[in-house]
């Protein structure tokens, strides 16, 4: 098993910045990609980007490439997100994730392991 816990949400106004952190540990070798996915009350669970946990390439949603920026830390099994540039169509709450590595990973079914989620608020 996998355990991930997220921190770093917040309050913040349209065009500010905040980081999340999401600290894995367990059985982390079993590891291949890490992921952020974001739930707005009333809609679906959708990907927001993810990493290869080994070589570090990543993928962005369209909605947010070129704001948000995912890195991780490999000794310290922690993995970041760094949002800059926030709109209100922002405001989610954000879930860390971790996948084995089988299946399309734009897809939340996909990951197996998951965070409980923190709240990001961004005010017009």
């Known amino acids: 098993q996998v355990q991930l816990v997220e921190s ?3 309050f913040v106004q349209a065009g500010g910045s905040l980081r ?3 600290a894995a540990s367990g059985r982390t070798f079993s590891i ?3 992921g952020w996915f974001r739930q707005a009350p009333g809609k679906e669970r959708e990907f927001v980007t ?3 946990w080994s070589f570090g390439s990543t993928s962005y949603a369209d909605s947010v490439k070129g704001r948000f920026t995912i890195s991780r830390d490999k000794a310290k099994n ?3 997100l760094q949002m800059n540039s926030l709109k209100p169509e922002d405001t989610a709450v954000y879930y860390c994730a971790a996948s084995r590595g089988v299946g399309p990973l734009y897809n ?5 392991y998951w965070g409980q989620g923190t709240q990001v608020t961004v005010s017009s």
């Not at 939340?108 to 197996?112: D, F, I, P």
């Open 108 to 112: 939340a079914t996909s990951y197996q």
């Open 32 to 34: 291949s990609y890490m």
């Open 20 to 22: 999340l952190s999401c």
């Open 50 to 52: 993810f990493i290869r």
């Open 78 to 80: 922690t993995m970041s």
């Open 8 to 10: 770093g949400g917040g």
